[in-house]
């Protein structure tokens, strides 16, 4: 923080400099640069939230929602809309096509099971690639899921685009 509490960027270059300037200028700077000193430990982090009845809502945040606002790059906020979409569509009537994420879901949650096919770390190949479809063939309805917590005045567009600008860099060259 600057002392005008301006959310600040900071560097420490090779020459043991110190660059900094206001964070979001920071950060686009980064991913506009080819320069080795600023992208060579750079990592991009996204958060993604929903409401579990502490957050409020992605326009009402509580401290919690405002830490984790301030511990990543970006933060988006899946929507109850979203997530009942997800459910609705995926878990609970899906067309032939996305049974399968279904059929992983159900055997993960049933008193007989026999190991858990669809939680947040393990998923079954053939549910995780229906869902990668359905992504596929929804990305602008989903995109629609999300409202951005941070940085304020942002859109999934933008992130898109950060995130286009990362993957085009020919890092060989940047970082050898």
């Given at each position: 923080?600057?002392?005008?509490?301006?959310?600040c960027?900071v560097?420490?270059l090779p020459?043991?400099?110190?660059?900094?300037e206001?964070?979001n200028?920071?950060?686009?700077?980064?991913?506009?640069?080819?320069?080795?000193?600023?992208?060579?430990?750079f990592?991009?982090?996204?958060?993604?939230?929903?409401?579990?009845?502490?957050?409020?809502?992605?326009?009402?945040?509580?401290?919690?929602?405002?830490?984790l606002?301030q511990?990543?790059?970006w933060?988006?906020?899946?929507?109850?809309?979203?997530?009942?979409?997800?459910?609705?569509n995926?878990?609970?009537?899906?067309?032939?096509?996305?049974?399968?994420?279904?059929?992983?879901?159900?055997?993960?949650?049933?008193?007989?099971k026999?190991?858990?096919s669809?939680?947040?770390?393990?998923?079954?190949?053939?549910?995780d690639?229906?869902?990668?479809?359905?992504?596929?063939?929804?990305?602008?309805?989903?995109?629609n899921?999300?409202?951005?917590i941070?940085p304020?005045?942002?859109?999934i567009?933008n992130?898109?685009s950060d995130?286009?600008?990362l993957t085009?860099?020919?890092?060989?060259?940047i970082?050898?």
């Open positions: 923080m600057s002392n005008d509490g301006t959310l960027g560097l420490q020459n043991g400099e110190l660059k900094y206001p964070y200028e920071f950060l686009k700077h980064i991913i506009k640069s080819n320069a080795p000193d600023l992208l060579r430990d990592i991009l982090t996204v958060g993604i939230v929903s409401n579990h009845g502490n957050w409020f809502t992605s326009e009402d945040h509580n401290k919690e929602l405002k830490v606002a511990s990543y790059d933060l988006l906020f899946l929507t109850d809309e979203g997530l009942s979409q997800f459910v609705e995926l878990l609970l009537n899906p067309t032939t096509k996305y049974e399968s994420v279904r059929k992983a879901f159900i055997s993960s949650y049933q008193n007989q026999t190991s858990n669809f939680t947040k770390v393990k998923i079954s190949l053939s549910a690639r229906a869902i990668q479809e359905y992504f596929k063939e929804n990305l602008p309805k989903i995109e899921w999300f409202n951005i941070s304020i005045n942002k859109s567009q992130l898109k995130i286009n600008s085009q860099k020919k890092w060989k060259e970082l050898t």
